[in-house]
């Protein structure tokens, strides 16, 4: 079993849609817990940063982290064709720990 | 944010030569960078973590004597890929966390370099 499982997809949704992206894992110890968009051929850019259990709001992005069920959503409302992307989910056990991160959901926006 | 810059963004080598990747954080400094690599369709998966002044610390399965790190200073790591084979062929990333951050954990990745081997 993968310590990070990520349905990768690929998700294929209309403009303006509610998307949502999850991710779910093993190891308790993660405390830390990001999600990365990535553009085809570029590096991953960070999206959303939360420490522990809770949700985090940021514009049209919604991080949700639920440690008693060891699963962690991204949700992006009003979606835009520019969203269209792959999305890593990435977890540590710590600051300066090193990052686990799923295999990566491919989303597509039709306009 | 700050900003990671990878040099070159692509190579295409012959079998056999040896090709050197740099990393650098261009307005922070950074003791310690991670080198991730990253075939297609799939995640991104830590090859080493480079740390200043020291030795770099290898994951399980990767070659210490053919994937050569250096961090010689606080901005600068590279990645030398020695004697290169076709199945070296992938998009190598590399990412720094500010030294002198607040502590969030956040890392900065660089654009990634694509190393094709012929």
């Known amino acids: 079993q993968k310590e990070v499982e990520q349905d990768p997809g690929p998700l294929s949704v209309p403009e303006g849609a509610i998307v949502s992206l999850n991710c779910t894992y093993s190891?308790?110890?993660?405390?830390?817990f990001m999600w990365y968009r990535q553009y085809s051929r570029k590096g991953p850019e960070l999206l959303m940063y939360?420490?522990?259990?809770g949700n985090k709001e940021d514009g049209r992005f919604t991080a949700q982290v639920d440690k008693s069920s060891k699963y962690i959503s991204l949700f992006i409302r009003d979606s835009q064709p520019s969203d269209s992307a792959t999305y890593l989910c990435?977890?540590?056990?710590?600051?300066?720990?090193?990052?686990?991160f799923g295999a990566g959901t491919i989303l597509r926006v039709k306009s | 944010g700050a900003v990671v810059s990878q040099h070159p963004s692509w190579v295409i080598c012959k079998s056999g030569t040896s090709v050197k990747i740099e990393c650098r954080s261009l307005?922070?400094?950074?003791?310690?960078m991670f080198w991730y690599r990253q075939f297609p369709k799939q995640s991104l998966m830590l090859m080493a973590t480079?740390?200043?002044?020291?030795?770099?610390?290898?994951e399980q399965g990767v070659e210490k004597d053919k994937f050569l790190i250096n961090h010689a200073s606080l901005t600068l790591s590279t990645l030398t890929v020695t004697s290169a084979h076709p199945e070296d062929s992938s998009f190598y990333i590399c990412?720094?966390?500010?030294?002198?951050?607040?502590?969030?954990?956040?890392?900065?990745f660089g654009e990634g370099s694509r190393l094709t081997v012929l």
């Open positions: 939360t420490y522990s259990s």
């Open positions: 190891n308790s110890a993660f405390q830390y």
């Open positions: 990435a977890m540590s056990a710590g600051y300066g720990n090193k990052l686990v």
């Open positions: 480079s740390n200043e002044g020291s030795k770099a610390t290898y």
């Open positions: 307005d922070f400094q950074a003791t310690t």
């Open positions: 990412s720094a966390r500010d030294s002198e951050g607040s502590g969030t954990g956040e890392l900065f």
